[in-house]
């Protein structure tokens, strides 16, 4: 018998900080921690924007590891990081961000390396899904706001003039799905590795394909990537060894 899909009221309650956390993070490296008290309002339009765009993409990138865990008759449950959140705050105020505030945890001595690589794919998967709805969104309503922070930043990388909503969504979404897709452990595409290297080749070939034909990214996104892998593969090793995922 399959176990049935439910949140407690703890868990809950741990999502809904993990998602708040990550999302003022994310407000602080965008729009700074001094906008918060010259301009409080758009410093919280901005942590809406950054709910609904980043925290949505972490949180149901998370749920679906867990919906596919159960599929597969495992227990699973989110479980929220104490250190992971302050250490995500105390690097957003230096203008970049760790954000792992808590991940699933999955219980189970049945699992085989394929069903592990599928579970672990899930999360990425969902993310994509996520950026195709924004994507969508882009192309039929788009939402431009004006901010008076700088965010020339992301003009520069959306290579747009004003600030798109939804672009900025579906390239967050991008971001979280290619960044869990290295092939570093602990991070999802380890495990996708360890079970099937063609299997993750294919993936990460075709979503850098499909990201630079649409525009979301360039050649120069593919360069950095491939740099965070070998400087990820190197800082794992020396924390967890040559461990296999």
């Known amino acids: 018998m ?3 899909f439910n949140i407690d009221t703890s868990e809950a309650m ?12 994310f407000t602080i490296v965008f729009a700074g921690l001094g906008s918060l008290f010259t301009d409080a309002r758009e410093f919280m339009v901005f942590m809406v924007i950054s709910v609904v765009t980043i925290g949505s993409g972490f949180v149901l990138h998370e749920m679906g590891h867990k919906l596919v865990a159960i599929y597969y008759g495992a227990q ?8 992971g959140l302050v250490l995500m705050l105390l690097t957003a105020l230096f203008g970049f961000l760790f954000a792992a505030p808590g991940a699933v945890y999955i219980y189970s001595q049945n699992l085989s390396k394929k069903e592990n690589g599928i579970i672990s794919l899930a999360g990425p998967i969902v993310n994509l899904m996520i950026m195709l709805v924004f994507l969508a969104l882009s192309f039929i309503t788009p939402k431009y706001i004006y901010f008076s ?18 672009r900025f969504g579906a390239y967050l979404n ?14 999802d595409g380890s495990k996708v590795f360890n079970w099937s290297k063609p299997a993750w080749l294919a993936f990460v070939a075709g979503i850098f394909l499909f990201g630079i034909g649409i525009g979301l990214i360039s050649i120069g996104f593919a360069i950095m990537w491939i740099f965070m892998l070998v400087l990820l593969g190197v800082l794992s090793m020396l924390v967890f060894g040559r461990r296999r995922a």
Not at 14 to 25: C, G, H, K, R
Not at 76 to 83: D, G, H, S, T, V
Not at 152 to 165: K, Q
Request: aromatic share 20%; net charge negative.
């Open 14 to 25: 741990e999502i809904l900080i993990s998602v708040l956390s990550i999302s003022f993070a």
């Open 174 to 187: 991008f971001i979280l799905c290619m960044f869990n897709a290295l092939p570093v452990f602990p991070l």
């Open 2 to 4: 399959k176990n049935s």
């Open 149 to 166: 922070f700088d965010l020339s930043a992301l003009a520069s990388i959306f290579n747009y003039g004003p600030f798109e909503v939804w």
């Open 76 to 83: 699973a449950r989110f479980q929220m990081w104490i250190q």
